[in-house]
């Protein structure tokens, strides 16, 4: 067999090495620049430790208004943090994107906070599952480096940060990465070294928490790439897009995979893309149709999931009819699984056909 | 203004105006976290509804 090896300047070497069989068989590298990666890893496969990174999946289908420390999700699995009122910020989905995607995630400031208090900390997040991270294995000596890579455009430009944290929310490495041109999709890539400390959890509740910053007080800024113990959402020296009124924020093709090398996208199909997304966030529909029986009985609805859920959900009703037999106060939940909802409605009145319909959403976030 | 109600059968209910959330008795649900922490500080929830047949 014919081969040809390239040996390295100190150690290793790369063999080509043609097939014992007939055939012709060719090793073609595309015109665009970048790094072709090979690993010792046994698989591939669902390499993308962000779900919805290319923002297609938008269920609640708004905009969301960021004006408060909790959360707030916007497009699938994204969510939004602020604070009271000093300064807000819209999240929602946009038709704005680079070449190969057809969505972002567009962050709008309404409100400038021009003097950022110390806590104060406006960002993107996304919780990731700690099943979806095990195989890290940070928080000991095997910690896996991983690398970051997303599109993005933003309107401020200069030194942007972001960071990762854990579950509990006390180890954090921050990142930094440069806007270059106002207004103009950048991709941009950062590699951060494994956690050998620090309790990461990996089964399904929070992992691993990525931040993209708009802006934080001083406290909460710190030496990219170094690991902490402190509260740390962006990067020292940071530029923050939340000081400029209407300025716009927006990221794309988010992804974070085991290794020192950002590889292409992992695009997904659309029906595996949502059936991630619905282990945390789905709607659903009950219908109910027959013969009232009396004042007090209750018809009951039991409804699968389309995709079994993180943990028992919340439900929240937010539509469906109400008649007189059947108002939509008299309706409830009944019980709740991860994987099936049963609700019931009181009737108050019987004695004739009737009918009940209740629509909403079931919520699992992390 | 926030406000607790224990479900029939089961879980709490979070009533926030004209919105209900039926959260589940599931201490992996971020929403029932965040009563067990309402709890804590004091609060108490209302008794549940009663069966009217």
């Known amino acids: 067999m014919a081969s040809i090896k390239l040996k390295g300047d100190t150690s290793g070497e790369v063999t080509i090495q043609a097939p014992s069989v007939a055939g012709t068989n060719t090793l073609e590298l595309q015109a665009t620049s970048g790094t072709l990666a090979t690993t010792a890893q046994a698989s591939i496969g669902m390499k993308n430790r962000i779900i919805n990174g290319d923002m297609r999946i938008d269920q609640r289908d708004g905009t969301a208004t960021i004006n408060a420390t909790g959360v707030t999700y916007n497009v699938d699995r994204w969510l939004g943090r602020g604070v009271a009122s000093a300064g807000v910020f819209t999240l929602a989905q946009d038709t704005t994107s680079p070449a190969n995607f057809t969505n972002s995630l567009k962050a709008t400031v309404t409100t400038a906070d021009s003097s950022i208090a110390s806590g104060s900390s406006y960002r993107i997040q996304q919780h990731i599952e700690g099943y979806n991270i095990a195989d890290l294995n940070w928080g000991t000596s095997d910690a896996q480096s991983v690398t970051l890579s997303f599109w993005v455009r933003s309107s401020v430009t200069g030194t942007l940060g972001g960071s990762v944290a854990n579950g509990d929310y006390n180890r954090f490495n921050p990142f930094s990465y440069t806007i270059s041109s106002a207004n103009t999709w950048e991709y941009k890539t950062v590699t951060i070294a494994g956690d050998t400390s620090g309790t990461w959890v990996t089964n399904n509740a929070l992992g691993l928490r990525l931040n993209f910053s708009l802006g934080a007080g001083a406290d909460r800024l710190g030496t990219a790439g170094t690991w902490t113990s402190s509260i740390k959402e962006g990067v020292t020296g940071q530029v923050n897009p939340i000081q400029t009124n209407g300025a716009t924020f927006y990221v794309t093709g988010v992804q974070l995979e085991a290794g020192t090398v950002a590889t292409p996208f992992e695009h997904l199909q659309y029906g595996q893309q949502l059936a991630l997304c619905q282990r945390y966030f789905q709607t659903f529909s009950h219908a109910w149709v027959g013969v009232a029986a009396g004042v007090g009985y209750f018809q009951s609805v039991q409804g699968t999931f389309n995709t079994a859920m993180r943990t028992t959900p919340t439900t929240t009703r937010t539509g469906g009819t109400s008649t007189t037999r059947y108002p939509s106060s008299n309706w409830a939940v009944y019980t709740t699984t991860a994987q099936r909802l049963v609700s019931r409605m009181a009737a108050v009145s019987g004695g004739g056909n009737e009918g009940w319909t209740a629509s909403g959403i079931l919520e699992a976030e992390l | ?53």
């Open chain 2, 1 to 53: 203004m926030i406000t607790y109600k224990l479900g029939n059968p089961e879980g709490v209910i979070k009533i926030n105006g004209d919105v209900k959330n039926y959260i589940p008795t599931d201490e992996a649900n971020t929403d029932y976290q965040e009563y067990l922490e309402w709890l804590a500080e004091g609060n108490t929830p209302e008794p549940a509804d009663e069966e009217t047949e």
